[in-house]
């Protein structure tokens, strides 16, 4: 899972931070998967293992489409984390509101220009839709 977190004040001073780190990351996305020597390439700069053991962690995150392609928050990943915190007395958040701090609306802006569906093809509209229907609203 990838969170995008920024302060009130960084993005008050840079309205555009959000929207160029989610595209970015995205374009980073699609490069892992479409370049797999160039994504082993770049995990062996900042871990330096044997190139075969790499090519298998490439291939088990790739085949099992690990990274996120839409990087909605999800309902359900909000909710799991509520109820991991609140099952531990000194992390209790059940009163928290998320809504206050989530905020997909710069996924969703995207979604509707059709950023994504430039980026990965058509064949990503079926996930836009699934994840878009899971989103915390």
């Known amino acids: 899972s990838t969170v ?3 302060t009130k004040k960084a993005v008050a001073a840079n309205p555009k931070l ?9 374009e980073a996305i699609k490069r892992f998967y479409d370049d797999k020597a160039f994504a082993v390439k770049a995990y062996i700069v900042y ?22 392609r839409i990087p909605y928050v999800l309902e359900s990943a909000i909710t799991a984390i509520k109820d991991q915190a609140d099952s531990q007395t000194a992390t209790a958040i059940r009163d928290f509101n998320v809504k206050s701090v ?4 710069v996924v969703d802006r995207l979604v509707k220009e059709g950023y994504f569906e430039k ?15 899971l989103a915390l609203r």
């Open 119 to 133: 980026l990965f093809g058509a064949g990503i509209k079926p996930e836009i839709d699934r994840k878009s229907k």
């Open 47 to 68: 871990d330096k293992q044997e190139p075969a053991d790499v090519e298998r962690i490439y291939d088990w995150n790739a085949q099992r489409n690990l990274l996120e």
């Open 18 to 26: 959000p929207e160029l780190l989610i595209k970015a990351h995205a």
């Open 102 to 105: 989530v905020d997909n609306s």
């Open 4 to 6: 995008y977190l920024f």
